[in-house]
């Protein structure tokens, strides 16, 4: 078993910065697959963003693309979003999740651990 815990969301100004960390505890090892997926109210869990932790390649969503980066510390087993120029439509509660294996992928049902989420709101 994987556990996952974030820490970081809060409220922010539209144009703010936010940075989401999630450690992973529990047998990690296999787990090369981390990533944030976010949901709005009355909306479906989508991807944010992915980073293979062996590899250290990436995959954005088109709509935080050269505003958040993610990251990986291999030496905490914590990966991290940097959120900047953060806009209203970004209000979600957002997740991390870990998949087990070596390939990574975009899909949320390929994941099978998730933290419980953090939520990050923009005002206006």
């Known amino acids: 078993q994987v556990q996952l815990a974030e820490s970081g969301g809060g409220s922010v100004q539209a144009g703010g910065s936010l940075r989401l960390s999630c450690k992973a505890s529990g047998y990690t090892y296999n787990t090369y697959c981390m990533g944030w997926f976010r949901q709005a109210p009355g909306k479906e869990r989508d991807l944010v963003a992915i980073?293979?932790?062996?590899?250290?390649?990436?995959n954005y969503a088109d709509s935080v693309k050269d505003r958040f980066t993610i990251s990986y510390d291999n030496n905490k087993n914590t990966v991290y979003l940097q959120m900047n120029s953060l806009k209203p439509e970004d209000t979600a509660m957002y997740y991390c999740a870990a998949k087990s294996r070596w390939a990574c992928t975009v899909q949320v049902a390929d994941f099978g651990y998730w933290g419980r989420g953090t939520q990050v709101t923009v005002s206006s």
């Open positions: 980073i293979h932790t062996a590899l250290a390649s990436t």
